[in-house]
């Protein structure tokens, strides 16, 4: 079954607001991925957590991985119509003795002009 | 990062016919690539993972005879769907892995990826 659950599974903002959107592990992770999937793209990579409670920004992204290394959050602000999109964690998880990218549920991001 | 070219960008086909989707690693010599389907709203899931010059390693519940990869050089896979049926209709999307550096993982580049309507 999945093990990287994303909340909210939908966001609707105005422009202008922020949006969040949770990462979060029944297992400790090792590191954490986010990737950026535009409608009818496909997934691009954004950023790289490794250690723990790191933070990270691009522009208005604020990137979070918990001190526990189980949770992750990704943060816009003053989200633009450029941010629409589905967002995804991903983490290495081994499954069977090996290791696989697993990717969260993910968040998609409406944006009301 | 690495750049992959993926083709087609999409097929229409009817029930029973073979469709064979190609993944190129434009700018790097990839000993693995992977392949991952992603239903309409929901998340990337992995597939197969494809070696060069080997057999591919299948994620437990993918049909090996129904998904023939190829990986026959260090620059191309292929993914065939074989016998496709309206159920395999799907976004089918294939990626390399690049090293980022000391203690992180591996990165995924993907493809543009190949919408499968199967009729």
């Known amino acids: 079954g999945q093990q990287v659950m994303q909340i909210p599974q939908y966001q609707h903002v105005q422009e202008g607001e922020d949006f969040t959107t949770y990462c979060n592990s029944s297992?400790?992770?090792?590191?954490i991925q986010w990737y950026k999937q535009r409608p009818g793209g496909h997934p691009v990579f954004l950023i790289q957590?490794?250690?723990?409670?790191e933070v990270k920004k691009q522009k208005r992204l604020t990137f979070q991985f918990g001190e526990a290394k189980k949770n992750s959050s990704l943060h816009i602000t003053a989200t633009q119509t450029t941010d629409v999109g589905t967002y995804f964690c991903?983490?290495?998880?081994?499954?069977?003795?090996?290791?696989?990218?697993?990717f969260g549920t993910g968040t998609r991001l409406t944006i009301i002009p | 990062g690495a750049v992959v070219s993926q083709h087609p960008s999409r097929v229409i086909c009817k029930s029973g016919t073979s469709v064979k989707i190609e993944c190129r690693s434009l700018?790097?010599?990839?000993?693995?690539m992977f392949w991952y389907r992603q239903f309409p709203k929901q998340s990337l899931m992995l597939m197969a993972t494809?070696?060069?010059?080997?057999?591919?390693?299948?994620e437990q519940g993918v049909e090996k005879d129904k998904f023939l990869i190829n990986h026959a050089s260090l620059t191309l896979s292929t993914l065939t769907v074989t016998s496709a049926h309206p159920e395999d209709s799907s976004f089918y999307i294939c990626?390399?892995?690049?090293?980022?550096?000391?203690?992180?993982?591996?990165?995924?580049?993907f493809g543009a990826g190949t919408r499968l309507s199967v009729l």
């Open positions: 700018d790097f010599q990839a000993t693995t």
């Open positions: 494809s070696n060069e010059g080997s057999k591919a390693t299948y």
């Open positions: 297992t400790t992770l090792s590191n």
């Open positions: 990626s390399v892995s690049e090293t980022s550096g000391a203690g992180a993982k591996n990165i995924q580049y």
């Open positions: 957590l490794v250690k723990s409670g």
């Open positions: 991903a983490a290495f998880i081994s499954n069977f003795g090996n290791e696989k990218l697993t």
